[in-house]
Structure formats: C-alpha cells, structure tokens
C-alpha cells in the first residue's frame, strides 16, 4: 500500500485480556515509531525501531508492554493483561532515511472494558 | 530529556486572517522538524519537514521556518479558512537516528 496501514482499526477487549496490534509500515522505510494518545491528550511516545539498531523502548509504560518488529517492515505492539487505562488511540509511524519524514497510520482505537 | 513546547495551546480566529503558532524545543540541536496537523478521531498528516540543511519550507499558504540557535519554529499560515481547523502539532528529532519529540499542539479553530 500507498501509506502506513494498522490493524484493527478499532479493538474492545474484556480488563486482563491481551491484545496485539499490527502496523504495516510504508516499504523501504527503516524507521517505526508507536505512539499513544490517551482521549484529548497529546502524544506519548512508546517504542522507536531503526533499522537493525536496537529500539529505543525508553517510552513504554510497563512491562505489559511489548513490540517486535519482524524483517525489519512489520510491527506488532502487545500489550498483556489489558487494564482500563490503556484505553488510547495506538498510533504507528514510519520514516526513510533519504528524508526523515514522518507519515503515520490512522490509528487503532483500543477500548478495555 | 527534550521537552516541546507549543504556543498558544488552542486559538480561534475569523477566517481570512494571518496566524502564527509557535513551537520551541529545551534542546535546540534540532535536526530535522515536522509540522503535522490532526483532526478529530484522525491520524496525523505531514504538513511541512524543515531537513537538517535547511531553514524554511513553504507549501500553499503555509510557511514553517526553524531557528537551530534558539530552537525555535514558526508555521505560519496565511488567508485562514474554516477548513484549517485542527490540531497542530511540531516534532524534532536531534539527529543520529533518534525519535522524533513532539509538541503539545496547538488547537486552532476558523471561524465564519
């Protein structure tokens, strides 16, 4: 595809559940960031891959929280044992080298009830 | 730990008018800066990137420049219309393949 793609688009899960969301970055992008934003909040910053570096996971909240990011295109956040404030839109984005420009995804909206 | 700040926080203008938001970083070895506006229940869209070898970008009615000494950027955006309204937001990243540090937005309304 054209953009950054995410799955699903919208989740509800049951508290203590476990969910995986997935991120299609664009092609021959090396750089993809996650991010989270909780209801009228700005941007929080999760996980940063680069290449074959190691991520910088400096943003993740808690060790619920996991991604990989598998051949160096694809993504999958999870996030184990699901509590009520992760609820959030999870936004994905990728970037080239060439031009540092950012493009994001339009978002997978996670609701934990 | 690099902290964004944007100003004003939200602004509400008559269409037609001029408007400058206001981004400025505690650390001000930017390297590359990204404009992006978002609207409501929406992804981010890129607007405009400053790259580390240049000092302005200019796209339509809207202009972004980036001060590296002080740290600052300005978008501007001019003849504002009612479909401009949403959330803008800067980002920089300092280089060397380090993440891109967002602002808190601007929340900016155009009215009829």
């Known amino acids: 595809g054209a953009g950054v793609s995410q799955s699903p688009s919208n989740k509800v899960t049951e508290k203590g559940k476990d969910v995986e969301l997935r991120c299609d970055p664009i092609?021959?992008?090396?750089?993809l960031y996650w991010y989270r934003q909780s209801l009228g909040q700005g941007l929080e910053f999760l996980i940063y891959?680069?290449?074959?570096?190691?991520?910088?996971k400096s943003g993740l909240p808690s060790d619920r929280f996991s991604a990989e990011r598998t051949g160096g295109s694809v993504s999958t956040l999870t996030i184990q044992r699901t509590q009520q404030e992760d609820s959030a839109v999870y936004l994905c984005a990728s970037s080239s080298t060439l031009t540092s420009e950012a493009f994001f995804g339009q978002g997978t909206r996670l609701t934990v009830v | 730990k690099q902290e964004v700040t944007q100003i004003p926080a939200a602004l509400s203008v008559p269409e037609g008018e001029n408007l400058v938001l206001n981004c400025s970083f505690t650390?001000?070895?930017?390297?590359?800066l990204q404009w992006f506006r978002q609207d409501p229940g929406k992804g981010l869209t890129s607007l405009l990137l400053i790259q580390s070898s240049q000092r302005e970008q200019t796209s339509g009615r809207l202009n972004a420049s980036l001060d590296k000494s002080s740290g600052r950027s300005t978008l501007y955006i001019a003849a504002s219309q009612p479909g401009d309204s949403a959330t803008y937001l800067c980002?920089?990243?300092?280089?060397?393949?380090?993440?891109?540090?967002f602002g808190t937005g601007t929340q900016l309304k155009v009215e009829l």
């Open positions: 092609s021959g992008h090396t750089a």
């Open positions: 650390d001000s070895a930017i390297y590359n």
């Open positions: 980002a920089g990243d300092t280089g060397g393949g380090n993440k891109l540090t």
């Open positions: 891959f680069q290449g074959n570096s190691a991520p910088d």
